[in-house]
Nanobody, 123 residues
Framework: QVQLVESGGGLVQAGGSLRLSCAAS????????MGWFRQAPGKEREFVVA????????SYTDSVKGRFTISRDNAKNTVYLRMSSLKTENTAVYYC????????????????WGQGTQVTVSS
């Protein structure tokens, strides 16, 4: 089992940047593929980006390609999401997810979730 704690959310102007962090507990972090999802008010939770256990493979939803970057530091049990050129439509609660055996590219593929961190992009 793994516990996930996100941080780094906040209020930023359109065009700005934020870096989210997701710290994982336990000694098994390197056995999990990790992902970020987001959920805007009134909408379903949607996939943003995922990274493999080793960090060698990534998958991005089309709308964030070139603007968002996922990375992980296995020595620190942490996965990061660097978000640049933020848009108002990126406003959402961002969730970290962990999955075993597959990149979590849908909510149903994720085994564990963090509590979420709010990102608000103002115009």
């Amino acid at each position: 089992q793994v516990q996930l704690v996100e941080s780094g959310g906040g209020l930023v102007q359109a065009g700005g940047s934020l870096r989210l962090s997701c710290a994982a507990s336990g000694r098994t972090f390197t056995t999990y593929d990790m992902g970020w999802f987001r959920q805007a008010p009134g909408k379903e939770r949607e996939f943003v980006v995922a990274i493999s256990k080793s960090g060698m493979s990534t998958s991005y939803t089309d709308s964030v390609k070139g603007r968002f970057t996922i990375s992980r530091d296995n020595a620190k049990n942490t996965v990061y999401l660097r978000m640049s050129s933020l848009k108002t439509e990126n406003t959402a609660v961002y969730y970290c997810a962990a999955a075993r055996g597959r990149l979590p590219t849908t909510p149903g593929m994720s085994d564990y979730w963090g509590q979420g961190t709010q990102v608000t992009v103002s115009s």
